[in-house]
């Protein structure tokens, strides 16, 4: 793309060289700078879509290795709950947080919601799938 970016201001200048009847320097060096400008311009965007992309991709990476991780902690340490009705709701929780961590990464848009300082133990996490999950039952 900045090759084809660049070929199509090179002709448009050599066409305005042609109609405009300035001296041969005047217009290399005026293609050259307006070359460059465009080139660093269309760089630039190049450059910074890729940092985004590693920025979005680390944000993921962190939110579901700490959720994820905790989450499978809680499942292995349920089984050590004597108390069943404690045993169940440990399981769901922890369930209930990898869903909807799993589901933000999907469906989010934005890198807010992907945020570990807000919900370090995940509790937002699964009242947030329960709730989506009480909307869709109701809607369906």
């Given at each position: 793309m900045v090759?084809?970016?660049v070929a199509?201001v ?5 066409a305005?060289q042609?109609?405009?009847g300035?001296?041969?320097?005047a217009?290399?060096?005026t ?15 190049v450059?910074?879509?890729r940092?985004k992309?590693?920025i ?22 349920a089984?050590?709950?004597?108390d069943?009705?404690?045993?169940e ?5 922890a369930v209930d947080?990898?869903s ?10 934005d890198?807010?919601?992907l945020s570990?300082e807000?919900?370090?133990q995940?509790?937002e996490l699964?009242q ?13």
């Amino acid at each position: 793309m900045v090759g084809i970016a660049v070929a199509a201001v090179g002709v448009a200048l050599n066409a305005v060289q042609w109609y405009g009847g300035n001296s041969w320097y005047a217009t290399a060096t005026t293609a050259a700078v307006v070359e460059a400008v465009v080139v660093t311009a269309l760089v630039t965007i190049v450059i910074e879509g890729r940092r985004k992309r590693a920025i979005r991709r680390t944000l993921e990476l962190a939110f579901l290795n700490h959720h994820i991780r905790n989450a499978i902690m809680q499942l292995s340490m349920a089984q050590y709950v004597a108390d069943p009705q404690k045993h169940e709701r440990f399981v769901r929780e922890a369930v209930d947080r990898i869903s909807e961590a799993l589901f933000r990464i999907a469906n989010s848009a934005d890198q807010t919601g992907l945020s570990l300082e807000v919900d370090l133990q995940g509790m937002e996490l699964t009242q947030a799938g329960a709730a989506r999950e009480q909307g869709e039952k109701k809607a369906g």
